[in-house]
């Protein structure tokens, strides 16, 4: 999977947790959580939807590392299975 | 072989009786002949034919009343062979063999196979006959025993039931003005036995607008167009809010809680389990909050008519932000009774529904105590307004790393503020304080919860 | 601009669709000689001669038929009916020929004919004088009926009225003739097929026509003491109604109040309340309200009439009872 | 301006309705001549033939409503009408078949109408009693009994306004002289001095009413008289009398004379409507006034005057027979009106023109 794919999933799986969701919105470094006022159940919902999607397993303790969007994109890449 | 018909004979005719033939079979017609009389309701009318002819079979007899256009006389054309009157045998019309015969009646009628008796949960009709002790009372409370849902093992209607059909809002249907049942849609207000500033009581939009409606009556608002919504809903939420500072006496009382043992343990449990069956930090607080009502039953319940009611059943009202802008509390019912797993199930799916806007008007309207959680968004400490008829809030802040002395040693523990504010009218800060002691001691043993 | 008495505008309305086009001529009772039961034509038969104002027997159902002949034949006949009390004669041919022959003909005659008729209670006339039976023409299909409430209608409505194709009857209050309003110099025509707001308002829309004009604008004035903004609506056209005029104003006010001298039932206020109710239902916040003549004979005696007829308190009344 | 008839001829005692009237009043004007004569009969034969097979068409429900035939009556239609212009108008009554054809309206469109055909004279929206054609000036039938006399009277104030030397022809029965429009209209029409030729059709019987059941006076041309308006009973069975006193009536209308009255005796050999059981006149009645038929009476005096031979007849009868059949399949193959235009002409549509030119 490439940083468009990773781009492309997260937005998808983000709008299924918050329709309103408008990844443009967020600024770099900015946290998800912050940006697009997820709490725990909504980013609980989006890991779980990210873990669907890419069948990577997603320990509680890696959650830090999701919680921007350039993280959320490199954990992907770097995980993901040989394309 | 032309026909002669019934001849309509006036704007509203639709049937006539031929009561008499003036012609018989065999015998020649020219146009204008009268050849029969026809009785219609108003008047006798002979009527005539319009072509020449020889009489055929008087298809109709003397008397009989037949539509509009129905076939009277069979004619022949002129000059043909003159039927022998009496060798016109009338070809019988085929008896009609074929009709089924009817269904002969049967007096009782066997359903074959075991006589189905009406099993499982549904209740069985209460037998009509109430003792005299409930009737009694149905009279003097003035409930309808008919409409009464019987709650007794034997299907009797109990004495509770009736109390509670005595205090149940009667069922005359709101009187509200089409505006107001229309905002009310877009609030997502339920509109069920409130009464109203318009005329005769009814609800009106300013009723609305000014929040003169209970927060338990705040549903989801229906799906119409967004913005206006929001914004609707969220003066419609302040203005509850400024009511509620308004009329309730509030205390506030908070406490810091460890929150070490609950987090270790719900990251153990968490690594057991797949990603989708996660728990999250809130269902603990919720199932804390919920089981430490025991303790001090006077935050649970409503106040209504200036008198408490305590519920017995625990239904944790769970602060929601909506995204596009104010909080609505639907409730998670029986949250004492419900295993982690299972208020996880419940917390997740109601957040999802109310983001979606669909949540039943059952689960918005009968929170017995709320727990707001802002602390997912990073807030230390949050004191929350009380959502009448409510009497209580518990807020639960982030959990942070802080300085605590424990058994004499000064150590970094995760800890979080849990605060309450209560009613006054109802309980003090003595009763509120044994309520958060409660709630921080069951934290302490997350495994039990 | 200048300030002239309703009966005076009429008067020049005559005249100058006289002057413009000679087929149109004045028929009725007592409009010639006598100068009009209520002085509207008075001074128009020197000026035009007895073939052009052509006072009539008192038999109003030849003399309306005859206008409908006439203008078949290709005149442009004004029919002035003393009073509607006595249009009763005369139904028949307004109904069952003027309004009927172009339908009826699949499309072949037109009746461009204006009948012109006094209205209404108010001068102690008692019930066989005082009618106000507008809303029964505003039943029947293929008529257009108007009702000046103002000088300027008054002046403006006749010359439109008399070039539509099809017949047009005009109803002029009889408590307007001697009302004095502005007009300008050089009056145009006016449109006759749309309501006018006579006075802006958010929070409840009083509508009215002709007689009850007036008293929805003092019921207006009293409400604006007590801080109710009142928009009042002259319908001016009754038939057909200008919906859109009436429905955007109560949709946007959410009240609404009807003044009609009819009585209730079966009323141009019953029609009325009934389109509000099929088009703007949810935007209301109470039942429309009606404030009309009681439904009695009209009364001789001054304060009975009083007390028939429609006031300014019963609108404001009306508008309390609405929690406005 | 009085003119009094020369009443010569003596009184019909309108007390017993089934004595056969005594000549009318012979009229000055010239005897027709003979293929004038002939013209008259077919025009008569015409309607017969026509209204027959309404009958037969009504009893076979393609016409439906109501239906009221002149049957017996074709001479006062088309003796009238030949003595007027193209430039007259006519107003009708609800028993007009006769009067429209007679007029130049054609079988086919009349027989549409009848049948509620879109191709009928008015797309079939009038049906039997609402006959109108522009291009003819037929103001139409009129279902209300009197109905029509104000405004053949307003016809005429348009024609005297304007100075046009035209007539307006209004027809009606012996019924519409208990209507207060017919006073008002003959006063109306005296006064101002207007071209109308009232046409009272006296068949006897206003639907089921004899005459001298529902007036004080039965003498309706003494009733034209007390509006001192020139007044002249016609024996309405006679086309050629007819047509001789409307030609003489319409002149002077014409000329300026001002409205006159022509009473057509006359009478209808079938019920008053095809609801009508009839039984308020006596066969014996209807037997005798059937001897002076209008169409047999001429035909018989044509052909004694060597005018008209059994085959001539014979062509005519197959000739009119043709015209019928020809009507019937044209209504029966008529189209019905679109529905989307039932709102049409309720009132105007913006662009269309005022009134007839």
Same mark, same amino acid.
């Given at each position: 999977?490439? /940083?468009?794919?990773?781009? /492309?999933?997260?937005?998808? /799986? ?70 | ?14 049937? *006539? ?102 099993a499982g949960p549904e209740p069985r009709r209460a037998p009509m006959s109430h003792s005299p002790v409930i009737r009694h009372l149905a009279e003097q409370l003035g409930v309808d025993l008919a409409g009464v849902a019987a709650s007794g093992p034997g299907g009797e209607v109990t004495r509770a039931d009736v109390e509670r059909a005595a205090q149940a809002p009667p069922h005359a249907p709101t009187r509200a003005s089409p505006l107001a049942r229309r905002v009310a849609g877009e609030l997502g207000i339920d509109l069920n036995g409130l009464t109203g500033t318009g005329p005769g009581g009814a609800v009106v939009e300013r009723d609305l607008r000014e929040a003169r409606v209970p927060t338990s009556k705040v549903v989801a608002p229906s799906r119409s167009s967004g913005s206006a919504r929001q914004e609707s809903l969220r003066r419609a939420i302040g203005a509850l809010m400024a009511r509620s500072k308004r009329e309730i006496p509030h205390y506030y009382l908070s406490t810091t809680v460890d929150a070490g043992a609950a987090t270790a343990w719900l990251e153990k449990a968490n690594l057991s389990r797949s990603v989708r069956d996660r728990l999250v930090l809130p269902v603990l607080l919720i199932k804390a909050t919920a089981l430490a009502v025991a303790k001090a ?28 802008? *104010? ?83 000064? *150590? ?38 | ?44 038969? +020197? ?86 039976? +507008? ?135 019953? +029609? ?32 009975? +009439? ?19 | ?94 028993r007009e078949h006769g009067h429209a054809l007679a007029r130049g309206i054609s079988m086919r469109a009349t027989m549409a109408e009848l049948e509620g055909k879109l191709e009928g004279t008015c797309r079939g929206r009038g049906g039997s009693m609402h006959i109108f054609d522009a291009s003819t000036r037929f103001y139409g039938g009129n279902a209300i009994v009197a109905g029509g006399l104000p405004v053949a009277v307003g016809l005429a104030l348009a024609d005297h306004l304007r100075g046009d030397q035209r007539v307006t022809a209004c027809f009606f029965g012996d019924g519409a002289v208990a209507e207060g429009e017919f006073h008002e209209s003959m006063n109306l029409a005296a006064l101002w001095h207007l071209p109308v030729l009232f046409c009272c059709e006296n068949n006897l019987y206003a639907m089921g009413t004899a005459l001298d059941r529902s007036e004080s006076e039965t003498d309706l041309s003494l009733k034209a008289a007390s509006y001192r308006i020139p007044a002249w009973e016609v024996d309405g069975m006679d086309v050629l009398a007819v047509e001789s006193a409307a030609r003489s009536a319409a002149e002077t209308v014409r000329s300026g004379g001002g409205p006159h009255f022509l009473e057509l005796r006359t009478y209808r050999f079938r019920a008053h ?85």
């Amino acid at each position: 999977m490439n /940083t468009d794919e990773a781009r /492309t999933l997260i937005s998808e /799986t983000l709008r299924q947790v918050a329709p309103e969701a408008d990844l443009a919105q967020v600024m770099s470094g900015e946290t998800l959580q912050e940006a697009l006022d997820l709490d725990s159940i909504d980013f609980l919902n989006f890991v779980t939807g990210l873990n669907e999607a890419t069948s990577i397993e997603i320990p509680e303790r890696d959650y830090p590392q999701l919680s921007t969007l350039e993280g959320c994109v490199s954990y992907l890449v770097a995980r993901s299975p040989v394309a | 072989m032309g026909d002669f018909t019934m001849p309509s004979l006036g704007a509203d005719m639709e049937s *006539g009786t031929l009561t008499q033939w003036l012609v018989k079979p065999g015998d020649p017609v020219h146009r204008g002949d009268i050849v029969a009389v026809v009785d219609t309701e108003k008047s006798t009318i002979e009527i005539e034919i319009f072509e020449n002819g020889v009489v055929g079979e008087l298809v109709v007899k003397e008397g009989e009343n037949v539509p509009v256009g129905s076939v009277l006389a069979r004619v022949s054309a002129p000059g043909t062979a003159a039927v022998p009157a009496s060798g016109l045998a009338p070809v019988p019309a085929a008896p009609i063999e074929a009709a089924p015969s009817p269904v002969p009646e049967h007096p009782e009628i066997t359903l074959p196979g075991p006589e189905i008796t009406l099993a499982g949960p549904e209740p069985r009709r209460a037998p009509m006959s109430h003792s005299p002790v409930i009737r009694h009372l149905a009279e003097q409370l003035g409930v309808d025993l008919a409409g009464v849902a019987a709650s007794g093992p034997g299907g009797e209607v109990t004495r509770a039931d009736v109390e509670r059909a005595a205090q149940a809002p009667p069922h005359a249907p709101t009187r509200a003005s089409p505006l107001a049942r229309r905002v009310a849609g877009e609030l997502g207000i339920d509109l069920n036995g409130l009464t109203g500033t318009g005329p005769g009581g009814a609800v009106v939009e300013r009723d609305l607008r000014e929040a003169r409606v209970p927060t338990s009556k705040v549903v989801a608002p229906s799906r119409s167009s967004g913005s206006a919504r929001q914004e609707s809903l969220r003066r419609a939420i302040g203005a509850l809010m400024a009511r509620s500072k308004r009329e309730i006496p509030h205390y506030y009382l908070s406490t810091t809680v460890d929150a070490g043992a609950a987090t270790a343990w719900l990251e153990k449990a968490n690594l057991s389990r797949s990603v989708r069956d996660r728990l999250v930090l809130p269902v603990l607080l919720i199932k804390a909050t919920a089981l430490a009502v025991a303790k001090a039953p006077e935050v649970n319940g409503f106040f209504t008519d200036g008198e408490f009611l305590a519920s017995e059943a625990v239904h944790v009202g769970v602060a929601i932000s909506l995204r596009a802008g *104010g909080v609505i509390a639907p409730a998670i019912h029986d949250a004492n009774r419900l295993s982690l797993d299972e208020l996880m199930l419940k917390l997740n799916d109601l957040v999802r529904r109310a983001r979606a806007g669909v949540l039943r008007s059952s689960e918005m309207s009968d929170p017995t105590i709320t727990v707001s959680n802002l602390g997912d968004l990073g807030v230390e400490s949050v004191f929350g307004v009380i959502y009448p008829p409510q009497v209580a809030v518990v807020g639960f802040g982030a959990v942070t790393e802080r300085p605590v002395a424990k058994d004499g040693l000064l *150590g970094v523990r995760p800890c979080l503020t849990a605060t309450l504010s209560a009613d006054h009218r109802v309980s003090d800060g003595h009763r509120g304080g044994r309520f958060l002691a409660q709630i921080d001691r069951l934290l302490q043993e997350p495994e039990k919860l | 601009m200048r300030t002239i008495s309703y009966r005076e505008a009429a008067r020049e309305g005559l005249r100058d669709a006289l002057e413009r086009d000679e087929r149109v001529f004045l028929m009725g009772e007592d409009v010639g000689r006598y100068g009009g039961s209520f002085a509207v034509s008075l001074g128009l038969l +020197e000026d035009f001669g007895p073939d052009r104002i052509r006072d009539t027997p008192l038999s109003e159902s030849a003399f309306v038929g005859a206008g409908i002949g006439a203008a078949l034949g290709g005149m442009r006949p004004i029919v002035e009916i003393m009073t509607v009390n006595f249009s009763l004669l005369a139904l028949d041919q307004i109904v069952n020929n003027a309004a009927t022959l172009l339908y009826m003909s699949g499309g072949q005659f037109n009746v461009p004919l204006v009948i012109r008729m006094t209205t209404g209670a108010g001068r102690q006339l008692a019930a066989q004088h005082s009618h106000s039976l +507008e809303g029964w023409y505003t039943h029947i299909p293929g008529l257009r009926i108007l009702a000046p409430a103002t000088v300027e209608d008054a002046r403006g409505m006749l010359w439109p009225a008399l070039c539509d194709p099809d017949p047009v009857i005009i109803f002029e209050h009889g408590n307007l003739y001697n009302a004095h309003g502005d007009l300008a110099e050089d009056p145009q025509p006016v449109d006759i097929s749309s309501a006018k707001v006579r006075r802006q308002g958010d929070d409840v829309t009083l509508i009215a026509y002709g007689g009850t004009l007036d008293t929805a604008l003092v019921a207006a004035q009293s409400l604006a003491g007590d801080g109710v903004g009142a928009e009042v609506i002259d319908l001016r056209c009754l038939r057909p109604l200008d919906d859109a005029t009436v429905l955007g104003s109560v949709s946007r006010t959410h009240r609404a109040v009807v003044v009609d001298e009819g009585w209730r039932s079966g009323s141009l206020s019953a +029609e009325l309340s009934a389109r509000i109710t099929e088009e703007v239902f949810y935007d209301l916040d109470a039942p429309v309200a009606r404030v009309c003549s009681a439904e009695v004979p009209m009364p001789y005696s001054k304060h009975m +009439e009083d007390a028939a007829l429609p006031q300014a308190e019963q609108v404001v009344a009306a508008v309390r009872r609405m929690g406005g | 301006m009085s003119q009094t008839n020369d009443r010569s001829a003596t009184r019909l005692d309108p007390a017993m309705p089934g004595e056969a009237p005594i000549a009318a009043v012979a009229a000055t004007a010239t005897i027709p001549d003979g293929d004038r004569r002939v013209h008259l009969l077919r025009e008569m034969l015409r309607i017969r033939r026509f209204e027959e097979r309404c009958v037969e068409l009504y009893s076979h429900t393609k016409i439906r409503g109501f239906l009221h035939l002149g049957i017996g009556e074709e001479a006062c239609a088309v003796g009238v009408m030949e003595a007027l212009l193209p430039s007259d108008s006519i107003v009708s009554t609800y028993r007009e078949h006769g009067h429209a054809l007679a007029r130049g309206i054609s079988m086919r469109a009349t027989m549409a109408e009848l049948e509620g055909k879109l191709e009928g004279t008015c797309r079939g929206r009038g049906g039997s009693m609402h006959i109108f054609d522009a291009s003819t000036r037929f103001y139409g039938g009129n279902a209300i009994v009197a109905g029509g006399l104000p405004v053949a009277v307003g016809l005429a104030l348009a024609d005297h306004l304007r100075g046009d030397q035209r007539v307006t022809a209004c027809f009606f029965g012996d019924g519409a002289v208990a209507e207060g429009e017919f006073h008002e209209s003959m006063n109306l029409a005296a006064l101002w001095h207007l071209p109308v030729l009232f046409c009272c059709e006296n068949n006897l019987y206003a639907m089921g009413t004899a005459l001298d059941r529902s007036e004080s006076e039965t003498d309706l041309s003494l009733k034209a008289a007390s509006y001192r308006i020139p007044a002249w009973e016609v024996d309405g069975m006679d086309v050629l009398a007819v047509e001789s006193a409307a030609r003489s009536a319409a002149e002077t209308v014409r000329s300026g004379g001002g409205p006159h009255f022509l009473e057509l005796r006359t009478y209808r050999f079938r019920a008053h409507s095809m609801y009508d059981p009839d039984r308020y006149r006596e066969k014996t009645e209807i037997k005798r006034w059937e001897e002076r038929d209008p169409i047999t009476t001429l035909s018989a005096r044509l052909s004694e005057e060597g005018l008209l031979s059994s085959d001539a007849l014979e062509l005519i009868e197959a000739d009119v027979a043709a015209e019928v059949d020809d009507a019937v399949a044209f209504a029966d193959s008529g189209t019905l009106e679109d529905v989307a235009d039932l709102r049409r002409w309720v009132t105007s549509e913006p662009d269309r023109g005022a009134g007839v030119p």
